[in-house]
């Protein structure tokens, strides 16, 4: 698997991908976007070449864990503490300005 190299991006290819990027390329610009792609894949290949078979699959690069709370009902909908925001107020409602005539 090491030997295999992968293909040269073909000038086809660097058309398809110019359309799903919605880009419109220059000749120039073309050349030096086949060669930038032609380095990510060397880079790729020689990625390939290391030995990962002692190294454990990771789904994060950092240990994340699932922390969860006791789950308790509260019997109240909250209004003492909202209407304390409020800048008039009537009852159990806020006052607003009048914004329909």
């Known amino acids: 698997m090491a030997d295999q190299k992968t293909d040269a991006i073909t000038d086809e290819t660097l058309e398809y991908v110019a359309i799903l990027a919605k880009l419109e390329l220059s000749e120039d610009e073309k050349k030096a976007a086949k060669q930038d792609m032609e380095r990510m894949l060397a880079y790729i290949d020689q990625l390939k070449e290391l030995d990962t078979g002692q ?7 950092f240990a994340a864990e699932n922390v969860f709370r006791e789950d308790v009902a509260v019997h109240t909908d909250g209004h003492e503490d909202t209407l304390l925001n409020a800048p008039q107020k009537n009852g159990r409602c806020f006052t607003v300005p009048k914004t329909v005539i």
């Open 55 to 61: 190294v454990e699959p990771l789904s994060h690069a």
